[in-house]
């Protein structure tokens, strides 16, 4: 089983356009830290979020995170500190993170790092979902799956 740890911003985003479900097609199991969790049930956190977290599906592991407090992540926000220290802590293959400064510094620890988007390309190309290939002037062009550091593609 491969190893997956996820900060707040793909699952937040996933279930508010309703597609979390791509979440175990795609990587069976999911791991959060709690700080995550937390994020994720905040009260200012929309409503289907807060209520998709009260009953976490069983892909969704949450686990306590004994968060270290490197310099270099002074400036990420709880959670993304948190699933970074638990990506080490598991060995994790991938991140799914959003925030360009959390995915900046994930990928300078050398961890594999895609985003909502890049889940949703995934789901795309394995043909879990369609996608517009619309790429008339001015329409959005299709996004692509981002790679490992050093330019390898995710798999």
């Known amino acids: 089983m491969r190893l997956i740890v996820a900060d707040t911003g793909p699952l937040h985003y996933l279930v508010l356009i309703g597609h979390s479900e791509l979440l175990p097609r795609l990587f069976e199991h999911i791991s959060i830290p709690s700080a995550v969790r937390d994020e994720l049930a905040h ?16 892909w969704l592991d949450v686990v306590n995170v004994l968060e270290t ?24 293959e991938l ?21 909502t988007i890049g889940v949703l390309d995934l789901a795309a190309h394995r043909g879990f979902i369609r996608h517009s290939r619309n790429n008339r002037a001015g329409a959005a ?14 798999p």
């Open 95 to 115: 991140v799914l993170m959003d925030d360009r400064s959390g995915v900046a510094a994930a990928r300078r620890r050398g961890f594999a790092v895609t985003g």
């Open 69 to 92: 407090a490197a310099a270099e992540h002074a400036s990420l926000d709880a959670g993304e500190r948190a699933a970074l220290a638990l990506a080490a802590t598991l060995q994790a």
């Open 141 to 154: 062009r299709p996004y692509r799956l981002r790679s490992r550091p050093g330019g390898l593609p995710l």
């Open 43 to 58: 009260s200012e956190a929309p409503l289907a979020v807060r209520q998709w977290i009260s009953s976490p599906p069983t």
